[in-house]
C-alpha cells in the first residue's frame, strides 16, 4: 500500500516523541436478517477531515494517555494492573499498564458515553445519561477519571475489557503513538452515541459491511484498523470473539520510499494494499 501522495516523511524520525495511547473496538451482536446472517458489529468514528492525526479516517474510539490516568486512588475491579503489562508484553510497567486501561475506559465515555464501570465487582451502568455534564468535564480536563468515579461511587471495571493488540506508528511519521487495542462488549442498556466534536459521523456498522465499503473506497482505513477489523471478521458471535485466545505481538509497520513514492510495509500489507 503507498501513503497519500502529498505524505512526506519527517527528516529527523528519531526526534519525534512516542506517545502511549489507548483504542477500544467495541463490539455487539448483529441480527440476522433477509441479507445477513449472524455477525458482529462494531462502533466506528469517521474523523472530521481538519484533524491534525488521521483526518477523515475512520476509527475506533480512544486517545492518548492522560498523566492523570496513573492517579493511585481509583477505584478498580477485575485483572489488575500487573496482569494488563504481562499481556501487553514490551517494556509495560505496572504504573503504565494502569494508565493504559483507565485511558481507554475515559477515552470511551468521552468519545461516544459508554462507560465500563458500576457500582461494584458484579455491576455496570445501564445508563450514562446522569453523567453527560462528567463527561464534558473529562473531555476539557477539568476532573480525572479517578476523581469523577470516586466523586460518584463507581468502580472501574478492567474485566470488561481484554487485550487487542498492540501497533506502534511507524518511524517517518509527524505524530507517533505506542497503541494498546482492548475489547469490549457493548454493556446491556447503554447507549453509544456521535456527541464528540471529533466525529464528522459516528455508529455501528456490520464488519462485512465496513470491509466492502473500504474495498469500494468509500470508508478510509489506518493499517492498525483494517488488521483488527480483518481479525473481527472472522467470528461470528462476540461470545466466540470475546472468548477466543491470542497472543499480543507489537507491529511497526515500516515506510519504504523508493525516491518517488512511500509505501508502508507491515504483516497483511499485500492484503490490505490489494485494492
Known sequence: MSTPGDFRPVDDPESVPVRDAATVVLVRDAPADDTHGPGIEVFLIRRVAQMAFAGGMTVFPGGGVDPRDAEADIA???PQPDWWAQQFGSDDSE???QSLVCAAVRETFEECGVLLAGSGAHDVLSDTST????R???????ISLAGFLRDNGLVLRADLLAPLAHWITPLGERRRYDTRFFLAVLPTGQVADDRTTEAASAGWHRIDDVMARWRAREAFLLPPTWAQLDHLAGFDTVADLM??????ETITPTLISDGTAVRIEFDGSDRYGDL
Not at 453523567?131 to 462528567?134: G, Q, R, V
Open 243 to 248: 472468548a477466543a485466545p491470542r497472543t499480543i
Open 76 to 78: 478498580w475491579t477485575g
Open 95 to 97: 504504573p503504565l499498564a
Open 131 to 134: 453523567h453527560d455534564p462528567a
Open 136 to 142: 464534558a468535564d473529562l473531555v476539557d480536563k477539568t
